[in-house]
């Protein structure tokens, strides 16, 4: 039995397609993978992350900055605390993927 396809738009499948590349990128950097993995476990200040993870300061603040840039991180300050969290949805749903078959033990 023959499915009935469905309406193909390609201009948006193309774009669509783009934004998951520029995700995927920002995510293909171990440093920035494994902050992401932290992150998709709920909010962390700096000085925690950098404890936890064992990513020192300089290389923390960069990859920190790439993701603010690419607006997948949100920052909240607490008195001379700063708390980051996952913002975008969509790198929410990939880490959820990835925390569950390469980070859970």
């Known amino acids: ?6 309406p193909f738009d ?3 499948m193309q774009s669509s397609a783009e934004k998951a590349c520029a995700l995927l990128k920002v ?3 171990p440093d920035r993978l494994i902050l992401m993995c932290q ?18 300061q300089p290389t923390l603040s960069q990859q920190l900055g790439v993701l603010r840039d690419n607006e997948l991180v949100e920052t909240r300050r607490e008195g001379k605390s700063i708390f980051y ?8 749903a990939v880490m959820a993927v990835l ?3 390469f980070c859970v033990q």
């Open 1 to 6: 039995m023959k499915k009935k396809s469905t």
């Open 10 to 12: 390609l201009s948006a």
């Open 27 to 29: 995510l293909a950097n």
């Open 39 to 56: 992150l998709s476990q709920g909010e962390w200040c700096v000085s925690d992350l950098e404890e936890q993870l064992g990513i020192r």
């Open 85 to 92: 969290s996952i913002a975008s949805k969509e790198a929410i």
């Open 99 to 101: 925390y569950e078959q």
